[in-house]
């Protein structure tokens, strides 16, 4: 039994330890993920050491030999007076004529620790914990007492004195230390104050009149609600009479002494008295629990169990609550994002070609002005003006591009990082241990952009390699290097034969106009700038892409495990349910 039980106890351990390790697993590129994923973990580690002290308790604080009942309730409720009773009847090493020496005589608080007495029925042992009453002003010492006893025990018995249902605040005193770990029964203590209440001899005809029915259906209604399925039931009696019908006090005991008489007078005979209380009832369930002692063992431990995972799945509903609309929310901010950056890239690369295009328009019509300004000049080394000019442009042009791009994709980041900041409103306050959660879209931008700096400045060399072969040995280098090095002669050509021979300065313009316009037009250059940037852009928007969906599957994954996690507890207490009583 004792091994069983043991084993339950860890396989419950080894599904949070697995179902925290599956968690850490889920490598997200977000802090806040980072934080929700840690909040979930929190809470499976909190309920694994809970459980581990759980079962240490389970295995070394458990008696395994025999049932163990406590008996708790609030002050003079009358739990001494009922324990007192049983161990007049089941204490065989009891001394005689010293019986109600336990019980108190209405001052507060008798009781002040708890206190085990170990009996014998039909040759079954139990024990049974005299426990503290609770007035709500108990000490820290006595508190921890207290759920020592109550843990301790197999069965609780509460005791439940005076007519009446119990008030709000002994119920939450009530669910604050019994909570869901093992069967409960209650006592109603029914007219406790004295004999003078059955001085008439129509209160001696039967405990279970109408009104104690209805006190009965309340008390049993109150403690259905406030403990749920542990709530076993409810018995009725009349301890003090149980108590008078059985004792030889001590003579220390004279109040009691006293109360004994005055009952024996107005009832008769001590059977009387017994059969009147109801006592036996109780006595007959104690026996049964006693007969079934392992059963009963397996029960309140399967209870323990049941709670321990009752709680946990608690714990990480409390997070998915506290979480559900926000963690939508940022999944759909996510997705929104992802099509922000799909449009900022798009305008990006439009603005790119557009720019590219531009300039390299500008920089054949600038040589063409250029053309017309050697041809206007007066100057024998036309050819070598030319050159020079043309050199200085291209170079000026390269540098104009190269800022131009550069702020162009300077404004892409800034749009971008506009557009994430105006998600970090996004927040989360998530639960266990009601923290709150920053939820900050952290998608990782600057590594795919930062490559396109470095590729922009490199634009220049590229440019000058497209055109090395045809400019070798040539002065000239820059984005048309390979073009102005193709026409330049023609160019001189021009200049020579057109200016110097007998040609007139508008000839040799038109001249000229052609031969730039033919050779911008076979010009590749700005098609195979804009492939690379565009491919660039293309690359650094997949790799931000790509973070966004691997954080939206995060989240999905971690979901995905959570009700994993949920559902295994799930079968884990639909399995201790269906085990059947006495069994695990």
Same mark, same amino acid.
């Given at each position: 039994?004792?091994?069983?039980?043991?084993?339950?106890?860890?396989?419950?351990?080894?599904?949070?330890?697995?179902?925290?390790?599956?968690?850490?697993?889920?490598?997200?590129?977000? #802090?806040?993920? #980072?934080?929700?994923?840690? #909040?979930?973990?929190?809470?499976?580690?909190?309920?694994?050491?809970? #459980?581990?002290?759980?079962?240490?308790?389970?295995?070394?604080?458990?008696?395994?030999?025999?049932?163990?009942?406590?008996?708790?309730?609030?002050?003079?409720?009358?739990?001494?007076?009922?324990?007192?009773?049983?161990?007049?009847?089941?204490?065989? $090493?009891?001394?005689? !004529?010293?019986?109600?020496?336990?019980?108190?005589?209405?001052?507060? $608080?008798?009781?002040?620790?708890?206190?085990?007495?170990?009996?014998?029925?039909?040759?079954?042992?139990?024990?049974?914990?005299?426990?503290?009453?609770?007035?709500?002003?108990?000490?820290?010492?006595?508190?921890?007492e207290?759920?020592?006893?109550?843990r301790?025990?197999?069965?609780?018995?509460?005791?439940?004195?005076?007519?009446?249902?119990?008030?709000?605040?002994?119920?939450?005193?009530?669910?604050?230390?019994?909570?869901?770990?093992?069967?409960?029964?209650?006592?109603?203590?029914?007219?406790?104050?004295?004999?003078?209440?059955?001085?008439?001899?129509?209160?001696?005809?039967?405990?279970?009149?109408?009104?104690?029915?209805?006190?009965?259906?309340?008390?049993?209604?109150?403690?259905?609600?406030?403990?749920?399925?542990?709530y076993?039931?409810?018995?009725s009696?009349?301890?003090?009479?149980?108590?008078?019908?059985?004792?030889?006090?001590?003579?220390?005991? $004279?109040?009691?002494?006293?109360?004994?008489?005055e009952?024996?007078e107005?009832?008769g005979?001590?059977?009387?008295?017994?059969?009147?209380?109801?006592?036996?009832?109780l006595?007959?369930?104690?026996m049964?629990?006693?007969?079934?002692?392992?059963?009963?063992?397996?029960?309140?431990?399967?209870?323990?169990?049941?709670?321990?995972?009752?709680?946990?799945?608690? $714990?990480?509903?409390?997070?998915?609550?506290?979480?559900?609309?926000?963690?939508?929310?940022?999944?759909?901010?996510?997705?929104?994002?992802?099509?922000?950056?799909?449009?900022?890239?798009?305008?990006?690369? !439009?603005?790119v070609?557009?720019?590219?295009?531009?300039?390299?328009?500008k920089?054949?019509?600038?040589?063409?002005?250029?053309?017309?300004?050697?041809?206007?000049?007066?100057?024998?080394?036309?050819?070598?003006?030319?050159?020079?000019?043309?050199?200085?442009?291209?170079?000026?042009?390269?540098?104009?591009?190269?800022?131009?791009?550069?702020?162009?994709?300077?404004?892409?980041?800034?749009?971008?990082?506009?557009?994430?900041?105006?998600?970090?409103?996004?927040?989360?306050?998530?639960?266990?241990?009601?923290?709150?959660?920053?939820?900050?879209?952290?998608?990782?931008?600057?590594?795919?952009?930062?490559?396109?700096?470095l590729?922009?400045?490199?634009?220049?060399?590229?440019?000058?390699?497209?055109?090395?072969?045809?400019?070798?040995g040539?002065p000239f280098?820059?984005?048309?290097?390979a073009?102005?090095?193709?026409?330049?002669?023609?160019?001189?050509?021009?200049?020579?034969?057109?200016?110097?021979?007998?040609? !007139?300065?508008?000839?040799?313009?038109?001249?000229?106009?052609?031969?730039?316009?033919?050779?911008?037009?076979?010009?590749?250059t700005?098609?195979?700038?804009?492939?690379?940037?565009?491919?660039?852009?293309?690359?650094?928007?997949?790799?931000?892409?790509?973070?966004i969906?691997q954080?939206?599957?995060?989240?999905?994954?971690?979901?995905?495990?959570?009700?994993?996690?949920?559902?295994?507890?799930?079968?884990?207490?639909?399995?201790?349910?269906?085990?059947?009583?006495?069994?695990?």
């Amino acid at each position: 039994m004792k091994q069983v039980i043991e084993e339950r106890y860890q396989y419950f351990i080894s599904c949070l330890s697995m179902a925290k390790k599956e968690i850490d697993k889920i490598k997200g590129v977000n #802090s806040s993920f #980072s934080e929700l994923q840690m #909040s979930f973990c929190n809470a499976l580690e909190k309920q694994t050491e809970v #459980s581990k002290t759980q079962m240490e308790e389970a295995m070394h604080g458990t008696i395994w030999d025999n049932l163990v009942i406590a008996f708790f309730g609030e002050t003079g409720a009358g739990k001494s007076t009922i324990i007192e009773t049983f161990r007049i009847l089941f204490d065989k $090493d009891k001394e005689k !004529g010293q019986d109600g020496l336990i019980v108190g005589e209405g001052q507060p $608080d008798f009781t002040k620790e708890c206190q085990e007495y170990t009996l014998s029925i039909n040759g079954r042992p139990f024990t049974l914990i005299d426990v503290p009453g609770i007035e709500g002003n108990e000490t820290e010492e006595i508190k921890s007492e207290i759920q020592h006893a109550l843990r301790k025990a197999h069965c609780i018995f509460y005791v439940q004195r005076n007519d009446k249902q119990p008030d709000r605040a002994t119920t939450e005193k009530i669910r604050h230390y019994l909570q869901d770990w093992v069967s409960v029964y209650s006592i109603h203590n029914v007219r406790s104050g004295g004999a003078f209440d059955y001085d008439e001899e129509e209160e001696r005809v039967d405990l279970y009149t109408e009104n104690v029915q209805k006190v009965t259906a309340l008390i049993t209604e109150t403690f259905k609600q406030t403990l749920g399925d542990i709530y076993k039931g409810n018995l009725s009696v009349q301890a003090l009479l149980a108590l008078c019908s059985v004792a030889h006090f001590s003579e220390k005991r $004279d109040i009691l002494i006293e109360t004994q008489r005055e009952l024996q007078e107005y009832f008769g005979t001590n059977s009387a008295m017994w059969d009147f209380c109801r006592m036996s009832q109780l006595v007959d369930l104690v026996m049964e629990k006693a007969d079934n002692f392992q059963a009963e063992i397996v029960e309140s431990n399967k209870q323990k169990l049941e709670s321990l995972a009752r709680a946990t799945y608690r $714990d990480i509903n409390q997070i998915i609550y506290r979480n559900k609309e926000k963690e939508k929310e940022f999944k759909d901010s996510l997705v929104e994002f992802k099509k922000d950056v799909v449009q900022i890239f798009d305008e990006t690369k !439009g603005k790119v070609q557009s720019t590219i295009n531009s300039q390299h328009r500008k920089l054949y019509n600038d040589i063409k002005l250029i053309a017309y300004d050697v041809i206007d000049a007066v100057s024998k080394d036309k050819e070598g003006i030319l050159r020079a000019m043309v050199d200085m442009k291209v170079q000026n042009s390269q540098k104009e591009l190269k800022n131009q791009l550069a702020t162009i994709i300077d404004e892409t980041k800034l749009k971008l990082d506009i557009r994430r900041k105006a998600l970090d409103g996004l927040r989360s306050d998530i639960l266990f241990m009601n923290q709150a959660i920053d939820l900050k879209i952290d998608i990782n931008l600057n590594a795919p952009l930062k490559e396109l700096d470095l590729s922009l400045k490199d634009v220049g060399s590229f440019l000058s390699a497209l055109g090395s072969g045809a400019l070798a040995g040539s002065p000239f280098g820059g984005w048309v290097g390979a073009t102005v090095g193709a026409y330049i002669g023609g160019l001189s050509y021009i200049l020579r034969h057109w200016i110097f021979g007998d040609g !007139g300065k508008s000839k040799a313009r038109l001249k000229v106009q052609k031969i730039i316009n033919e050779e911008r037009d076979k010009d590749n250059t700005p098609i195979e700038l804009n492939n690379r940037l565009s491919y660039m852009l293309d690359k650094a928007q997949g790799t931000i892409i790509e973070n966004i969906n691997q954080e939206i599957c995060n989240i999905e994954a971690l979901g995905e495990t959570i009700e994993n996690t949920k559902e295994k507890i799930r079968e884990y207490v639909q399995s201790i349910k269906n085990s059947g009583h006495g069994n695990l």
